[in-house]
């Protein structure tokens, strides 16, 4: 296994920082790094923001949820999905382009290159001994967080992520089990045994919340994830993105 493999296997959120911030050669560094990530037939419909400001990131925290950490780190990156750039290449080059930019299609291309580009930065800080989170309260109020980032139409902020030097370290969470995400050739449809995996993920994260709390915590996946399910969040989603001119077709 190399270096890069076992940086990877070694993730998980860090929500504790010092008080220490990225230099600017950090930040190139890992912008850069998401840069280099692959994007769909070239199209780069991505932007990045790096928000330092001490007070713009207090009302981030406010609008993520009140989640200190998202104030308190070493930087924060906020991934936009971005297509107002491809508005003004339609502009420039004098080509009809809005069909496409309106497309439920585009949208995606630009959800995944940030998506990409986020994970390459990822790596890339967690390589240099720093820890990340991703944040994905800011989509509890995308209309303030658009307004504290200025973002103009055809920009969507997806989520954040904060990055810092960590001043303690999380356990591993256990991910489920390979065979239960990885299948060949075709879906695996067995019900039985797909529900066998997951009794059998609960009790690794039953185990897991036990061991890490000293028994005051023992609930299982499935249970977190029934009941987060069961309150629908964020409805507000497709009238704000159709509400910028994004996957309106």
């Known amino acids: 296994m190399n270096q890069i493999i076992e940086t990877i296997l070694n993730h998980r959120s860090q929500r504790s920082f010092e008080d220490r911030p990225l230099s600017d050669e ?21 932007s990045i923001i790096g928000v330092k400001d001490p007070e713009k990131k207090k009302k981030l925290a406010a609008l993520a949820g009140s989640q200190d950490y998202v104030a308190n780190n070493g930087h924060l990156l906020v991934f936009c999905a971005d297509l107002h750039r491809h508005t003004l290449i339609s ?13 439920t299609e585009k949208f995606m291309v630009a959800c995944i290159d940030a998506s990409l580009a986020a994970q390459n930065a990822a790596i890339a800080a967690e390589s240099m001994g720093l820890g990340i989170c991703y944040i994905g309260g800011i989509r509890n109020d995308l209309k303030g967080v658009a307004e504290v980032l200025k973002t103009p139409e055809r920009v969507i902020p997806l989520f954040g992520m904060v990055i810092g030097y960590p001043d303690e370290v999380n356990d591993l969470k256990p991910r489920l089990p390979m065979e239960h995400v990885y299948m060949e050739e075709e879906y695996l449809q067995d019900k039985e045994a797909y529900k066998k995996q997951l009794e ?3 009790e690794m994260i039953s185990d897991y919340y036990s061991s890490r709390t000293g028994g005051r915590r023992n609930d299982t996946w499935t249970g977190q994830m029934a009941k987060m399910l069961s309150v629908p969040r964020r409805m507000y989603m497709k009238d704000f993105v159709e509400s910028k001119k994004l996957n309106t077709k």
């Open 26 to 46: 950090q930040i190139s560094a890992i912008v850069q790094s998401a840069q280099a990530a692959s994007t769909s037939s070239f199209i780069q419909a991505y």
């Open 91 to 103: 502009e420039m080059e004098q080509t009809d382009a809005e069909e496409s930019l309106l497309s």
């Open 200 to 202: 059998g993920y609960n």
